[in-house]
């Protein structure tokens, strides 16, 4: 298919690169809003780092901390509210996907004036999508959503329950300084969590995107290959700088846009986790790893021979005597299998999620991305019944 790439993102990328955060944020600004999460960042040594290299540049800061994972609206709000009071002119995001997510969004709440909610896709008659914002430069602290490189957020709705998204030009971060040391100290579940979410990531353009795209299948299969590969080996050994900086480097690759590029890619298993965790706050990534195999059960039953594609290559099975949907299932059950070797949940009950609300998240499911049948988009795409009975098979 015709196709358009943009990603203006620059990135820094290797071991010890934060050293270099106060010259490069002295390119766009003179005090920054710096964006944290839960705390690791002040426990590991990293936030200390960041503002010492800030202050050799004689840049000044404030601070928002305290992002939740599933970022609220309302952190969104409080950040952009201390970036005005404070008159910051730059904002950093140090943290992992939901820090890196709300302070997009900040940055472009800062320069706008009514409720930052609008600026969230989510179809409504005040729907302003952003057009400008404070240069924003991502330092993520963990492998995970490709959030550093894109132009993309996720943002929850406490209130409503609504879990949506905004991806836009933009919301792209100026530089994204990408430092595999600051991952050395992620636990291991955190980091299992993570290589899911890369993995998803590409798996979702590889399983939903059109036919008749072979550098692109090969470039999905290469990646999760090796996010299979070296994801094992940093769950196992989280001081591994090597297999850090491999998995961080798939989860770059996994969502900036290259693998993606002329698949018309669709998301559906983000789409029915984001219904999951937007009602019961689980970990994104371990929210894919219930949904993944279930929903990839669903669509191997359409689309066998890609699944059988995936066997073949993925995991290296033999096509010999079987059939595609045979091979298909096989790989998916494998999958599974590395999905729970690494620590992953794979079952609803795991998580102490029941069957009780399926109806609602299926319906919330499609909220966000369906055609005008209200289908859930996705290769096929999934009615109502489809996504309960995807959720079913997961309990
Ligand atoms: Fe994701």
Redesign the pocket.
Known sequence: MNFEFYNPTKMVFGAGVLSRLGEIVGQYGKKALIVTGGGSVKRSGTFAKAVESLAKAGITYAECSGVEPNPRITSVTRGAKIAREEGCDVIIALGG?STMDASKVMAAAVLYDGDPWNLIGHGQADWHIPTKALPIITVPTLA???SEMNGGAVISNAETKVKSFVKTSALFPKVALVDSELTLTVPKDQTAYGVC?II??VMEGYFNGIDGTPIQDRWAEGVIINAMEYGRKAVADGSDLEARTQVQWASIVG?NGWVQAGVNTLSPM?MI?HALSAHHDIT??AG?AIVGPAWMRFAAKHRPQRFAQFAERVFGFSTEGKDDLELGLKAIDAYEEFLRNIGCPTHLSEVGIGDDQFEQYAKDAALVAHDNEGRLLARPAMTMDDIVGVLRSAL
């Open positions: 996907g995970a959503t490709g979410d998803t990531h969502l983000h986790e994104h990534g894919l």
